[in-house]
């Protein structure tokens, strides 16, 4: 999208995310346009199966957090239009989802989206 957007074949009236993105701050959000509930953000984590024990939990959360930390794989994140959070914990992230899910699963039920 941001190729398009940057060689003018795309116009974007606005991005989803809840502040402007770092890969293209020129670009207004949609609360800015006035539309004050469309706040729909990327998300990218990592899950487990019910039941996981913590330590291998906290295993994996450190080393993502380890992978956060490389300015690579973050430029990669941002050029993306993600907007990296290294500071969610595993219940932080959980409930992060949790929220979403309940969020969007009105809607979902409403048009009648199904997951195949």
Known sequence: MLELHRAGKLRVLAV?????LTAAPELPTAVEQGLTDLVAPNFVGVFAPTGTPMPIIDQVAQANL???ADRDYRELLVSGTF??????????YRR???NELARWSPI???????ID
Do not use: C, I, N, S
């Not at 989803?16 to 402007?20: D, I, S, V």
């Not at 907007?83 to 932080?92: R, S, T, V």
């Not at 979902?108 to 199904?114: A, D, E, F, N, P």
């Open 16 to 20: 989803t995310h809840g502040t402007r």
């Open 108 to 114: 979902v039920t409403t048009l009648g989206l199904k």
């Open 96 to 98: 992060y989802v949790d």
């Open 66 to 68: 380890a992978l956060l």
């Open 83 to 92: 907007e990296p959070h290294g500071d969610l914990g595993p219940e932080a």
